[in-house]
């Protein structure tokens, strides 16, 4: 079995959430982030529970507030990217709530990468 959208960074506990999985025969976790700085803790788990089990995606969620995101956080996102330290871009899209315009921008600035 495979959990193909997990948040242990909402967790108190994110290792806790992911040996618990681990141990209810959950193969391998996609842990997708809902802000780009969720970056390290996601590469912490990685580094902890192995590449093979655990696959990175990070994203801005198109719910934050994107106005507040600077040129340097989308640079990271494309560092991540660029050099392999992430699997996929994600959490991004669209939602019927928040500024439209804004999610079209951020959608937009991280496709591009």
Known sequence: MIDTHAHPQLFTDPAKQIQNALDNNIKEIFCI????????????LQTKFGANKIKIAVGEHPLNDLHLLTNTDYEKLHYYASNNLINAI????????????????SFDKQVDI
């Open 33 to 44: 982030s809902t802000k780009i700085t969720d970056y390290e803790i996601l590469k912490n």
């Open 90 to 105: 994600g959490e991004l899209g669209f939602d019927s709530k928040g500024d439209y315009n804004e999610q079209i921008k």
